[in-house]
């Protein structure tokens, strides 16, 4: 009976822990063309209350070497706007089993590509939130997710925006030991659903990866004797399968 009532117990700590919201903010990596200067991203609550949800986004800068650093975005020397990414609205309210979009709009110059992280942090409405809630509304929200032992878990994203001129130059070098993938273009590419496996044994491989190949750079593998490699190569919308034996 003591054991019986130890595991009723876990079970009880474990369900109540679910309790609360539970965001979903679908595919990590979006990408906006070079002909749409907004993007709609939908925010999924799939948890048993609603979530208020905080939009927070960085620039991500890269240096020389490659090295990515995240860095508040500037206003416009010359007027009050931002030059980069905004979300409109930056507040979401979710209901349980619900969902609300918010349009990321772009502002600024595109000659080049640009890099954001996105963040969608879940939070306890206060007061400097501007969440539309009274007091009252606030205070029993806070106290449901207390007594659930709730944990808001955030997610981060990347948000790539495209030149306004796009262009597309990859070159793919298929030496005897050696492939390469060259990004001579001026908009990130992509190295999808990329697997190294045993040569007719699609369950022996190492786990499958995606790579992006920023402007400039190159993706490359050594060829190994007996191993396969298959990949799609995706310029934009379109995308090409290739498969290659070492």
Same mark, same amino acid.
């Given at each position: 009976?003591?054991?019986?009532?130890?595991?009723?117990?876990?079970?009880?700590?474990? &369900?109540?822990?679910?309790?609360?919201?539970?965001? $979903?903010?679908?595919?990590?990596?979006?990408?906006?063309?070079?002909?749409?200067?907004?993007?709609?991203?939908?925010?999924?609550?799939?948890?048993?209350?609603?979530?208020?949800?905080?939009?927070?986004?960085?620039?991500?800068?890269?240096?020389?070497?490659?090295?990515?650093?995240? =860095?508040?975005?500037?206003?416009?020397?010359?007027?009050?706007?931002?030059?980069? &990414?905004?979300?409109?609205?930056?507040?979401?309210?979710?209901?349980? $089993?619900?969902?609300?979009? *918010?349009?990321?709009?772009?502002?600024?110059?595109?000659?080049?590509?640009?890099?954001?992280?996105?963040?969608?942090?879940?939070?306890?409405?206060?007061?400097?939130?501007?969440?539309?809630?009274?007091?009252?509304?606030?205070?029993?929200?806070?106290?449901?997710?207390?007594?659930?032992?709730?944990?808001?878990?955030?997610?981060?994203?990347?948000?790539?925006?495209?030149?306004?001129? *796009?262009?597309?130059? *990859?070159? =793919?070098?298929?030496?005897?030991?050696?492939?390469?993938?060259?990004?001579?273009?001026?908009?990130?590419?992509?190295?999808?659903?990329?697997?190294?496996?045993?040569?007719?044994?699609?369950?022996?491989?190492?786990?499958?990866?995606?790579?992006?190949? %920023?402007?400039?750079?190159?993706?490359?593998?050594?060829?190994?004797?007996?191993?396969?490699? *298959?990949?799609? %190569?995706?310029?934009?919308?379109?995308?090409? $399968?290739?498969?290659?034996?070492?």
């Amino acid at each position: 009976m003591k054991s019986v009532a130890v595991v009723l117990g876990m079970l009880m700590v474990s &369900l109540t822990a679910q309790a609360g919201p539970s965001i $979903n903010v679908g595919v990590v990596y979006d990408y906006l063309d070079g002909d749409k200067s907004t993007y709609l991203k939908r925010i999924f609550n799939g948890g048993t209350s609603t979530a208020f949800v905080k939009v927070e986004i960085l620039e991500i800068l890269y240096d020389a070497q490659g090295v990515a650093k995240e =860095v508040p975005l500037k206003s416009q020397a010359d007027s009050n706007a931002r030059d980069g &990414l905004m979300a409109s609205p930056a507040r979401l309210i979710v209901p349980a $089993n619900g969902m609300q979009g *918010t349009r990321l709009l772009f502002l600024g110059e595109r000659g080049s590509e640009r890099y954001f992280r996105v963040r969608y942090i879940p939070v306890v409405p206060e007061k400097e939130d501007a969440f539309a809630v009274s007091e009252e509304e606030r205070e029993a929200y806070q106290s449901t997710l207390q007594a659930g032992v709730s944990i808001l878990a955030g997610y981060g994203t990347v948000f790539f925006v495209r030149p306004k001129n *796009t262009r597309y130059d *990859t070159q =793919v070098e298929n030496g005897a030991a050696h492939y390469r993938v060259r990004n001579n273009g001026n908009s990130v590419i992509e190295v999808d659903e990329f697997k190294n496996c045993v040569v007719g044994k699609i369950d022996d491989c190492y786990p499958t990866t995606k790579n992006h190949v %920023l402007p400039g750079r190159t993706f490359s593998f050594d060829k190994q004797a007996g191993r396969e490699y *298959t990949f799609k %190569l995706v310029e934009g919308e379109a995308q090409k $399968n290739h498969a290659v034996k070492g």
